[in-house]
């Protein structure tokens, strides 16, 4: 088996978050999220830019309505996992 997996063994997809079997990922990673959005909304804007200029703005109001739409899904996500593990009658 590879190294790299042998961590992963006991993890246990979405009761256990991944960097409590990995060490060296901390609840920190999550803030990539920022300069991923940014980058793809500037990207993304850069492309459908008519002219090229004036990207700025527009970029950073993408981001946002990005980083909204997903805490959107994200809470949505998490009322209907608890919701749904209210329902279950399986121990986990």
């Avoid at 991944?18 to 804007?45: A, D, E, N």
């Avoid at 993408?62 to 009322?79: E, G």
């Amino acid at each position: 088996m590879p190294a790299f997996a042998v961590p992963l063994i006991g993890w246990i997809p979405l009761i256990n978050p991944l960097y409590s079997q990995v060490p060296h990922l901390t609840p920190w990673w999550i803030l990539l999220i920022f300069p991923l959005v940014l980058l793809i909304s500037l990207v993304y804007k850069t492309v459908r830019s008519p002219e090229g200029q004036n990207i700025l703005l527009p970029t950073i109001w993408f981001s946002i309505r990005i980083l909204f739409y997903m805490a959107i899904i994200s809470i949505a996500l998490q009322v209907l996992y608890h919701v749904v593990t209210r329902l279950s009658t399986t121990p986990l």
